[in-house]
């Protein structure tokens, strides 16, 4: 936590301000129980009414000044508060989107999402508590106690035994609930993730009718959560009961010893009853000063969650890489025994891959799942470090390159085709920026969107739905394809990306392709070997190894592994044409 206090630095001056309101708010409580002393021990013993009116507007006055105090320190608490977890929620944002595919793997986006939000709201409620309890507690507390031995020595002595009695108290049932509070947040990760995957694959559990178990399976987590909570909550009760008890006996001592000096003549009544609400006043201050370590307790869990994050450094860096330039004759993308292995994926998801191919060549990528089609491609626009080996770009090795240049110049196309809320204008300008009209009603051509999106009213208005929901899966991939087509990048990689389209318009994706980006190399990853035949080189991999390379022709001849995934999918007369 004491990291990302760094997020304060811009509101030091609200975050000295703010203890120091509420300091001198507590002055002014402190204040009104001598002036009650007098209202007590001068105005009703003497019976002056005008002395009593006279002490009840200081007492309002003191009240309407504190009021202002707290007005004001609660002020600069918020601005400090929000300020810090808007630039904390900004930077951790900003993070998190430079971590690398390996490091998103690894934490999972259930608790991103979870650290991103209750973690966040977490430490801003302890930084506003801190400002404004922080200080205030301790000086009621010590102000209250000083005040009493200021009235009377002895009866402080009653003071100095019931604070550290109460404060006992607290801090047993504080370091019982502490542990209980910091297994809160890890436990609600778990409730996150059950709720995302339950949202995401909402059509698969219906599918399968498993909403029973998937409810069970909530409330199961739900349940594990609640009891945490309530385990908690059945300590933290016992707070109020065990310190009103002690603050009872100590007003009780009081009464009784300040009763015996009232008729000695060495206390008065107005002394007795300042004595009984300076004892209330430590109670509150003591209290507040409970909830305030519960609070930072949470926030000092939910900032070292946060700090986790922040000390993880992106397995991928560009620093210090200059432009990269092509060298002449230069393969486009070449790999030299690329080896790759997933964090904890135990085998290699690629074993020494090499395979050089030139600029516009299409390249078919194929296998069985799970043989490392995707992977392959990834390492691309280096979105994963490889293990060993050189993968080379231009010519260049790709962890040469700025990562901006390097993505530039390669369009995605992934396997689950992600849309933006937005307009459709919108989507396809993630590609290009300031793309024209014309050159997407072109990417829309060539991806065989263009006739359903001018079937559209709106047309490139049309309105995008989050994740493309109001849209079909054929659709939803055509667009994507076209959104990476706008910007025209000199590698197109499609993973799979067809497969929710028919064969003919498979079939005329490919032929688009290949008329009208000549100039293009194009990646196509498909479980379809008639998506994939056309090409100039195809790559068949296995379990992680390149078995064979070469046209379909060649291929059918020389790779055995290919033919049976023909056979598998075309007719023999298909096969022996080729």
């Known amino acids: 936590m004491r990291e990302l206090l760094r997020y304060l630095k811009n509101y030091r001056k609200e975050a000295v301000l703010a203890p120091l309101f509420k300091m001198l708010e507590a002055s002014f409580e402190l204040i009104v129980p001598l002036v009650t002393a007098r209202i007590i021990d001068v105005g009703i013993h003497r019976g002056d009414v005008s002395y009593i009116w006279k002490m009840c507007v200081v007492m309002v006055a003191l009240g309407l000044i504190g009021l202002i105090c707290s007005l004001t320190a609660q002020y600069f608490c918020a601005i400090a508060a929000m300020g810090f977890s808007t630039e904390l929620r900004r930077d951790l944002f900003a993070h998190i989107n430079s971590l690398s595919y390996r490091e998103l793997d690894q934490v999972g986006t259930s608790t991103l999402i979870t650290r991103m939000t209750s973690d966040i709201n977490q430490t801003q409620t302890g930084v506003n508590l801190v400002l404004r309890l922080f200080l205030r507690s301790p000086f009621l507390v010590a102000g209250a106690v000083i005040m009493a031995f200021v009235i009377n020595a002895k009866i402080g002595i009653i003071f100095l035994i019931a604070v550290p009695l109460i404060s006992l108290v607290i801090y047993l049932i504080m370091k019982a609930t502490v ?38 399976g909530f409330d199961a987590a739900n349940h594990q959560f609640t009891q945490i909570q309530i385990a908690a909550g059945k300590i933290s009760a016992l707070l109020n009961p065990a310190t009103y008890v002690i603050m009872n006996f100590a007003i009780v001592a009081i009464l009784w010893f300040g009763g015996w000096q009232v008729n000695a003549g060495t206390l008065t009544q107005g002394e007795v009853t300042a004595l009984v609400n300076y004892m209330t006043q430590i109670l509150v201050a003591l209290l507040a000063l409970a909830n305030l370590i519960v609070a930072v307790t949470k926030a000092i869990a939910s900032g070292a969650r946060l700090t986790e994050i922040f000390h993880m450094e992106s397995a991928l860096s560009d620093e210090g890489n200059e432009s990269q330039t092509a060298p002449d004759g230069a393969p486009k993308v070449e790999f030299r025994d690329v080896s790759f292995r997933y964090v904890g994926g135990g085998e290699p998801a690629l074993e020494e891959v090499s395979f050089v191919v030139r600029p516009g060549e299409t390249i078919g990528v194929i296998g069985g799942t799970g043989c490392g089609k995707t992977t392959l491609v990834n390492l691309i626009p280096r979105f994963y470090e490889i293990t060993s080996g050189s993968l080379l770009v231009d010519g260049q090795s790709v962890d040469a390159y700025p990562m901006e240049q390097l993505r530039q110049k390669v369009g995605m196309v992934p396997q689950k085709a992600v849309l933006f809320k937005g307009t459709l204008r919108d989507n396809m300008c993630w590609g290009k920026k300031d793309a024209a009209d014309e050159e997407i009603w072109e990417a829309l051509e060539i991806a065989q969107a263009k006739e359903f999106v001018t079937e559209k009213p709106e047309q490139l208005e049309m309105e995008i739905q989050q994740g493309g929901r109001n849209l079909s899966g054929g659709q939803r991939q055509r667009l994507t394809i076209a959104r990476a087509l706008v910007r025209k990048p000199e590698i197109l990689i499609l993973d799979d990306s067809a497969s929710a389209l028919d064969f003919a318009t498979d079939a005329a994706l490919r032929r688009a392709l290949r008329e009208k980006t000549a100039a293009m190399t194009v990646f196509i990853v498909s479980q379809r070997a008639s998506s994939i035949k056309q090409a100039d080189k195809i790559l068949v991999l296995d379990d992680g190894h390149l078995v064979g390379q070469g046209t379909h022709e060649e291929l059918l001849r020389s790779c055995e592994v290919y033919k049976e995934i023909c056979l598998s999918q075309l007719s023999k007369e298909e096969v022996a044409s080729a």
């Not at 709720?195 to 178990?213: C, D, I, L, S, Y």
């Open 179 to 216: 542990p209980i509070y910091k297994n809160v947040q890890k436990t609600l990760d778990r409730v996150s993730l059950i709720t995302r995957e339950n949202h995401v694959g909402a059509r698969v559990v219906r599918a399968f009718g498993r909403q029973k178990e998937e409810n069970e």
